[in-house]
């Protein structure tokens, strides 16, 4: 239900928007903004963007809880199609998530709803010897060697001749 009415009311939002602001300056400046917000908000979005995956890869490199830079590259990954999107109102929206406090208050209000289970870093269960167990049967572990043999020297060895 709330998806139907966000689908209503944000484009009919968007509507009298150009309505007033056209109405207010004119055609050509109220497209000059929107394009104008677009390419300033595609550039801001690219910057934080960068710094969102810098700080994402700094906790896997740490092993620590990824979720927070996560759902800050997700805000701002939702920020960017805002922006992109051609309206008044959904460029504000837009512009207010790329604000680090806005997306902290976000997801403080989204973390009273969600309730975290488990969290775990690897590739799977530790068994007795502390070895990690593999998910799949046909995970076959062995050790190999490599032989220095100059080539051209003869046979490789899997041929006969």
């Known amino acids: ?3 139907f009415v966000i689908f209503v009311v944000v484009p009919l939002i968007e509507i009298a928007l150009f309505i007033t602001v056209g109405g207010a300056i004119g055609l050509w400046p109220t497209l000059a903004i ?3 917000t677009a390419f300033a908000g595609t550039t ?6 960068a710094q969102a995956l810098a700080r994402l890869r700094d906790s896997f490199n740490d092993l620590t809880d990824p979720t927070e830079p996560l759902a800050h590259g997700a805000m701002i990954l939702f920020s960017g199609a805002l922006l992109l999107t051609p309206g008044f109102f959904t460029d504000a929206v837009g512009f207010l998530l790329l604000i680090p406090r806005v997306r902290q208050f976000a997801l403080r209000e989204l973390g009273k709803r969600v309730e975290v289970r488990s969290f775990a870093t690897g590739r799977g269960q530790a068994n007795g010897a502390g070895r ?5 049967a046909d995970v076959i572990e062995g050790d190999f060697e490599v032989e220095d043999t100059p080539r051209g020297s003869g046979p490789s060895g899997w041929t006969r001749h």
Do not use: A, N
């Not at 990690?132 to 799949?136: L, N």
């Open 44 to 49: 801001l979005v690219r910057s934080q963007g």
């Open 1 to 3: 239900m709330w998806l």
């Open 34 to 36: 929107v394009v104008l």
């Open 132 to 136: 990690p167990q593999h998910p799949r």
